[in-house]
């Protein structure tokens, strides 16, 4: 480029060449000896939580990495088929809330009649839920395998049969005793 193309684009740039107001230098110099100051109030603050988060850190750490060591049982007590995928979560969650709502359905038919019934019906739960623990352990011992799946699913099925027949029973229990009541009201 030759000198008298770069005169000419020059030429047409609008340069700010104005000088600063009175007094510019020496404010400027105050701002920088305030923020000079500032930093050492800040320094001596960090000086003191500097290592205090070092330490804590190195505790987190620790605590992490020993945690996979340490506690591999904490992660058996989270194994479930929610753990496996979100289809499973949802298969899941599907047999828990049915057999929630199965379960609320049998509490409300309690009577005196039915008493035994939903007793031994409750402790047959207990014995699907004790089993259904010991398959949450073999999914993680086994590495998520897919015989132990199918045989916590067929668990919630089983629960779900028993509180269906507990309840088919009930109904037909309240079916008797209103048919007792009409022959002897008759």
């Known amino acids: 480029m030759k000198n008298n193309d770069f005169d000419?684009?020059?030429e047409g740039l609008d340069f700010d060449i104005e000088e600063p107001h009175t007094g510019h230098r020496e404010r400027f110099f105050k701002k920088l000896d305030?923020?000079?100051?500032k930093p050492e109030e800040k320094g001596k603050v960090r000086r003191l939580w500097a290592p205090i988060m070092a330490i804590a850190a190195s505790f987190l750490l620790a605590f992490f990495l020993l945690g996979e060591f340490v506690a591999p049982t904490a992660s058996a007590k989270n194994a479930d088929l929610a753990s496996i995928s979100p289809e499973?979560?949802?298969t899941q969650e599907f047999y828990t809330g049915l057999i929630q709502k199965e379960l609320n359905i049998l509490e409300a038919e309690s009577s005196p009649e039915t008493k035994v019934i939903i007793d031994d019906a409750l402790q047959q739960m207990e014995k699907l839920e004790k089993n259904y623990e010991e398959l949450r352990k073999d999914l993680v011992n086994s590495g998520k395998d897919n015989r132990v799946i199918h045989a916590m699913i067929q668990n919630f099925q089983q629960r779900i049969d028993l509180l269906n027949n507990v309840l088919t029973q009930i109904e037909n229990i309240k079916t008797l005793k209103n048919q007792n009541h009409e022959d002897n009201i008759i």
């Open 8 to 10: 000419e684009l020059l």
């Open 34 to 37: 305030q923020e000079v100051s």
């Open 88 to 90: 499973m979560k949802q």
